[in-house]
């Protein structure tokens, strides 16, 4: 029987010696990790006389850290929270020296060094941005020698986001207006008008696209007095031609001259999204469909992306409405796609504008595709359209994002609750399977 019993606790040491304490697990899990790759370094005589204490320490903290995990007593929890920040202290003197290798490896070229210095997986390696950009540069001119997966994993994960920030919803257009150029173009969305009132002149701008937008006006002055009826940046309604300035001449002068540059983007600083509404999954009831990559996802949901949600769907799925709303942009006459940036500007979509001045945009669908038109109204669960396989993608998928503007110059996406048939979907995850009700 004693036995038994020691042999229980021996296997009980082994699995919680295995398992990370629960107990401030974020700031925890990164010291605990650590261990392996800081004794891959510890032949480095700076990163071993460092380290050793550390390595030394922080099997006694994570053991201390077990015992406030069982015992949920305040004085160790306490306790324990002292001893992970000095942990951390010396983890972050262990990076500053890893640092500073790195950097004397690029300054005397020895790749073979640099390689061994930035292979192995530290929390905050290279969080500098002067020092990341250095060492880019030095891996790029030496990068046929030997690739490092860090480094590899970074180019391919900045090439992604610069490819998402691409999607049409992301893109603002910068236009000008010169009171010293006869204003020929008509093509353009967003128009600045100058009236002459006699007294003074009066500036209007119009928005003429179908949706909200926010625009930011510089304005360039020469002998003018001026009075504004809006901040330099604002939110203009679809079809809406509003004031923006009045100038007056200055008493004395005699040449006068105005001119304006402006940014615009769709979407509205101003929306206020109503979190407790619950979404309509964008497909058939009674149908499920997989999450390929869900809200922060690792592929390409970061950046304006970092909200939006894949659905796995075979091409030609029919798609609906995930909320009410007006059909304010559309594009269907595309049959490309592929892994690559140069395939974005060939993703299908619909966009939709909600009534809070939100959008919700369905991408990636199939040519000829789109139901609806443009200044269509749509109910929660209208049919859209049918799911594709165009612009950058890497297989059949619906990308569903729901977006407001953060400037005139950015969008940014928004987390949103779906209503499933086993209750509410608040938080879509990767591998998951949803059932529309």
């Known amino acids: 029987m004693l036995k038994c019993f020691s042999l229980f606790f021996l296997l009980l040491s082994v699995s919680l010696a295995e398992k990370l304490p629960q107990t401030f697990e974020q700031l925890s899990s990164p010291l605990y990790t650590s261990v392996e790759p800081i004794e891959n370094l510890c032949d480095i005589q700076n990163i071993k006389d460092v380290s050793s204490e550390y390595l030394e320490t922080l099997g006694e903290v994570k053991q201390f ?19 992970l920040r000095k942990l951390q202290k010396q983890y972050e003197f262990i990076l500053f020296n890893i640092h500073k290798n790195i950097s004397q490896s690029i300054d005397e070229d020895n790749y073979e060094y640099f390689c061994k210095l930035t292979q192995y997986k530290f929390d905050g390696l290279l969080k500098s941005s002067a020092l990341y950009s250095k060492s880019l540069i030095y891996y790029e001119k030496n990068k046929k020698k030997k690739e490092i997966d860090f480094f590899e994993n970074k180019i391919k994960y900045k090439k992604i986001e610069i490819a998402t920030t691409e999607e049409f919803f992301n893109v603002p257009t910068t236009d000008t207006f010169n009171s010293s150029v006869k204003q020929t173009n008509t093509s353009k969305k967003v128009k600045i008008q100058a009236i002459d009132k006699g007294k003074f002149i009066a500036i209007f701008v119009e928005n003429l696209n179908p949706y909200t937008i926010t625009l930011k006006l510089k304005d360039s002055l020469k002998n003018f007095n001026y009075e504004s009826f809006k901040k330099d940046e604002f939110v203009l309604k679809a079809g809406i031609k509003e004031e923006y300035m009045r100038l007056y001449k200055q008493k004395g002068k005699f040449t006068f001259s105005y001119s304006f540059s402006y940014t615009w983007i769709i979407g509205s600083v101003d929306a206020v999204h109503d979190d407790t509404y619950i979404y309509r999954l964008p497909f058939a009831k009674d149908t499920s469909h997989r999450v390929t990559q869900g809200y922060n996802g690792k592929y390409t949901h970061k ?135």
């Open 65 to 83: 850290g077990h015992l406030v995990d069982a015992s949920k007593d305040a004085k160790n929890t306490q306790e324990y929270l002292y001893k």
């Open 303 to 437: 950046g304006h992306s970092q909200y939006a949600i894949d659905f796995g769907m075979k091409i030609g799925t029919k798609v609906f409405a995930a909320r009410d709303g007006v059909v304010v942009k559309l594009k269907e006459d595309s049959n490309k796609g592929g892994i690559g940036r140069e395939f974005s500007k060939y993703g299908n979509y619909v966009t939709i504008e909600h009534e809070d001045t939100t959008f919700a945009t369905y991408y990636h669908l199939n040519k000829n595709g789109v139901i609806p038109k443009i200044g269509e109204v749509v109910k929660k669960g209208s049919f859209l359209g049918y799911s594709g396989n165009t612009g950058y993608s890497s297989g059949p998928h619906l990308h569903l994002a729901v977006f407001k503007a953060s400037s005139a110059t950015r969008t940014e996406t928004i987390p949103v609750k779906f209503a499933s048939a086993k209750g509410i979907v608040d938080t879509p995850a990767q591998g998951s399977v949803y059932t529309a009700k």
